[in-house]
């Protein structure tokens, strides 16, 4: 079974600095996706970023950026220029062949103003 | 409609009460799944369907849990004799893509049950 592992439970930054968010996995599997997902206080799941595990080139959207390392596993993602709206539960997920997505636990985006 | 509804919202049960979730799903998405948040975790896998196939319910964590989607539309959980334990947001997301690797899940707000 594929497992997702958050090791930060609670991360904090301050607005318009840099902040990263590790995320690992364990799968036998050599096709798959990761995600990041966002969930505000208002509990609905906003994707953040796609990853799909056959391409090499890191994916990007917009202040969001992942450190994908398939050898080890690792599916980090940046978030650059913080802002107050980032605050939220983030997410990471893989999507392999079983079905549906395994999430980990979740780290809790502090932004200090 | 334009995303994934839920109702309710919330729903506070007696324990041994029945209750019902229900899942309105994007119009044309064939996947649906259903998944339990407790308090301070990540979603966890209930049930997944394809069209009105239940293709996996693996997830259920007991038989007194039961999902149903029989035209392949809006899906309903049901939750028969609620234990304190069954206290959870309940998360339903839809899923254009037939392949099960493919895809972004596409989420509700959820339904917070609390069991008293």
């Known amino acids: 079974a594929q497992t997702v592992t958050q090791s930060q439970p609670e991360m904090s930054v301050q607005e318009a600095e840099t902040v990263t968010l590790s995320c690992t996995y364990d799968t036998s599997e050599s096709d798959y996706y990761l995600f990041w997902y966002k969930q505000p206080p208002s509990r609905q799941m906003i994707l953040v970023i796609r990853?799909?595990?056959?391409?090499?080139q890191n994916a990007t959207e917009n202040r969001f950026s992942v450190n994908f390392q398939k050898a080890a596993k690792s599916f980090s993602l940046k978030i650059s220029d913080s802002q107050l709206g980032d605050a939220a539960m983030y997410f990471c997920?893989?999507?392999?062949?079983?079905?549906?997505?395994?999430f980990g636990k979740g780290t809790h985006l502090i932004i200090q103003p | 409609g334009a995303g994934v509804s839920q109702s309710p919202r919330y729903k506070v049960a007696k324990r041994g009460q029945d209750v019902a979730l229900r899942c309105d799903p994007i119009?044309?998405?064939?996947?649906l799944f259903w998944y339990q948040q407790a308090l301070g975790q990540g979603p966890e896998f209930l049930t997944y369907f394809q069209n009105e196939a239940q293709l996996d319910k693996s997830g259920l964590p007991s038989d007194r849990f039961f999902a149903e989607r029989p035209e392949g539309s809006v899906s309903t959980l049901k939750i028969q004799r609620t234990q304190q334990e069954d206290s959870a947001v309940y998360l339903c997301?839809?899923?254009?893509?037939?392949?099960?690797?493919?895809?972004?899940?596409?989420f509700g707000e959820g339904s917070r049950l609390t069991v008293l």
């Open positions: 990853q799909e595990a056959y391409k090499q």
């Open positions: 119009s044309g998405h064939v996947s």
């Open positions: 997920a893989y999507r392999g062949g079983a079905d549906g997505l395994t």
């Open positions: 997301a839809s899923s254009l893509e037939y392949s099960r690797r493919r895809g972004e899940l596409f």
